[in-house]
C-alpha cells in the first residue's frame, strides 16, 4: 500500500475497531511479537507491505479515517 495523499494512513483489516475480519488480525496484537503476522499497519505511515496467505476478499480501512478504505481479492 502506498499512500500518495496528505493526510495520513493506516491500513487495518476491517471492522473498525477491531480490526478483526481477515483471519487472526486483532488491533490488540499490534503491542505483541504477532504484529508481523497481522493484517493491520498498526500505525500510520506512508508505505506498508503485508503478504496475504489467505484466499478470499477482505476489505480494509483508514483506521484515522475509518469511512475510507477499500478491499483486496486474494485468489
Not at 29 to 44: A, L, N, T, Y
Not at 61 to 69: A, W
Request: hydrophobic share 25%; aromatic share 12%; charged share 25%.
Amino acid at each position: 500500500f502506498v499512500n500518495e495523499s496528505r493526510d495520513p494512513m493506516w491500513v487495518a483489516s476491517d471492522n473498525h475497531p477491531t480490526h478483526k475480519i481477515y483471519p487472526g488480525s486483532n488491533i490488540k496484537k499490534c503491542d505483541s511479537d504477532k504484529k508481523s503476522e497481522i493484517f493491520d499497519q498498526c500505525e500510520g505511515g506512508n508505505n506498508y507491505t503485508f503478504t496475504f496467505n489467505e484466499l478470499g476478499t477482505w476489505d480494509y480501512h483508514n483506521h484515522l479515517r475509518p469511512g475510507d478504505g477499500g478491499t483486496v481479492v486474494v485468489k
